[in-house]
């Protein structure tokens, strides 16, 4: 029986806090992933992971099975990020003497040589909706239905974020290349 | 695959390898939930049988309230008929009755019928 019914199966038999314990391994690099890949920040990813998962406990007894268990908690995950990444563009000023540290010290620095720092800033670069599929897609060898799944979105539209996303980090990494060659 | 894209596809893997929760995640979320205090009302069968219980209450309050209002109308209908009696009476033996078109007065007649009835059918609970 696959993880999500025996899941769902627990819960309906008023089992909550079994059902819980096993719906925490089984989505937590998955809702880690999401919140990850929106936040772009491991510690904010995590705490956020933690936040989500005490609001699925909460929200647990509203859980109607309509929608798959899996879809449900990704539109859960998926809120949480977008408020929390609202919440900390609202707190982050240019203005804040860390930010202007931070701005100085990367425009002082060299230019990157083909290390994790440059592929990293090419995927900063990407556009959000290209930055996520991509960044699901390599985390965990996820396939692109399941990425779509936890984006909300349509598979056609995470084939064409990828595609491009895939080409633009390729021409930079070839650029990149030749740079240290 | 070109071998651009397997070199791509190689350090994308290699960067986000490393990109994991801390090991004591699970625990952590665990003794969050224990800190809660008070469980949720996790039974979904005891929530769907107290949904299912308001529904029931919502449903008899609108009974009764449709009830009220045919009654209402009814009244005010009979209220209507009496005070002009003589008026119909008259009217009915003048021939009047008689002359007009039979699918005039069934047109009147539905017509007003569905003008009372209207705000009972608008008022009708959603299917659950």
Known sequence: MPAD????????????????????????????????????????AEDLAQEVFVKLWQALPRYDGRA??????????????????????????????????????????????????????????????????VTLYYLDERSVDEVAAMLGLPANTVKTHLHRARASLAKALGAIGKEVA | MSEQDGRLDARMRALLAGVDTGRDFDARVMQ????????????????????????????????????????GIGAAAGVLVWRHAPAIMQWARSGGATEIDPWLLT??????????????????????
């Open chain 1, 68 to 133: 798959q268990l899996s879809t449900w908690i990704y539109a859960i995950t998926r809120n949480a990020a977008i408020s929390a990444l609202r919440r900390r563009r609202r707190s982050v000023s240019l203005s804040d003497p860390s930010v202007l540290e931070e701005a100085e010290a990367a425009f002082a620095a060299p230019a990157p040589a083909m290390d994790d720092t440059a592929l990293r800033r090419h995927i900063e670069a990407l556009p959000e909706k290209q930055r996520q599929a």
């Open chain 1, 5 to 44: 019914e025996a899941i769902i199966l627990l819960i309906q038999a008023g089992r909550a806090q079994e059902a819980f314990e096993r719906l925490v391994p089984a989505f937590r690099r998955r809702v880690f992933g999401l919140a990850y890949s929106i936040l772009r920040d491991r510690g904010a």
């Open chain 2, 32 to 71: 969050r939930i224990a800190a809660l205090g008070s469980l949720p009302a996790v039974d979904l069968r005891a929530q769907f049988e107290r949904r299912r219980d308001v529904a029931r209450r919502r449903l008899v309050r609108e009974a009764w309230s449709n009830a009220v209002t045919i009654t």
């Open chain 2, 107 to 128: 047109a009147i007649v539905a017509v007003a019928l569905a003008g009372g009835l209207w705000p009972l059918l608008r008022r009708l609970p959603a299917p659950l």
